[in-house]
């Protein structure tokens, strides 16, 4: 049975730091990517990165620098370090199962077919 569990949110100062991790079971690292998306009060939610089952990563244009976002096989996780956050960072954080086995990752909802329950990150002072 496919589960994802997301862990790590919280509140932080701006420019401060957070690692959020994705634990996965019920797949391999291997075969499926996996993805990390957020959703803001009142906002849509929007992809934010994601890695491949090669490994191969992909970050929305506002994300790249400040996001990187890695995968531990032996533990079966998925991390998404984000670095100099920012108010505008303050979301619920959720990872995804790529719906379809070896395919590229892309930062649409739609390709993702199993969700985690969130975390939530919030930037203040």
């Known amino acids: 049975q496919v589960h994802l569990v997301e862990s790590g949110g919280g509140l932080v100062q701006p420019g401060g730091s957070l690692r959020l991790s994705c634990l996965a079971s019920g797949f391999s690292l291997d075969y499926y990517g996996i993805g990390w998306f957020r959703q803001a009060p009142g906002k849509e939610r929007e992809g934010v990165s994601c890695?491949?089952?090669?490994?191969?990563?992909n970050y929305a244009g506002d994300a790249k620098g400040r996001f990187t976002i890695s995968r531990d096989h032996g533990r079966n996780t998925v991390y998404l370090q984000i670095n100099s956050l920012k108010p505008e960072d303050t979301a619920v954080y959720s990872c995804?199962?790529?719906?379809?086995?070896?395919?590229?990752?892309?930062?649409?909802?739609?390709?993702?077919?199993?969700w985690g329950q969130g975390t939530q990150v919030t930037v203040s002072s």
């Open positions: 995804a199962k790529v719906r379809q086995l070896f395919k590229p990752c892309v930062l649409e909802a739609s390709e993702y077919d199993f």
């Open positions: 890695v491949s089952s090669t490994g191969k990563t």
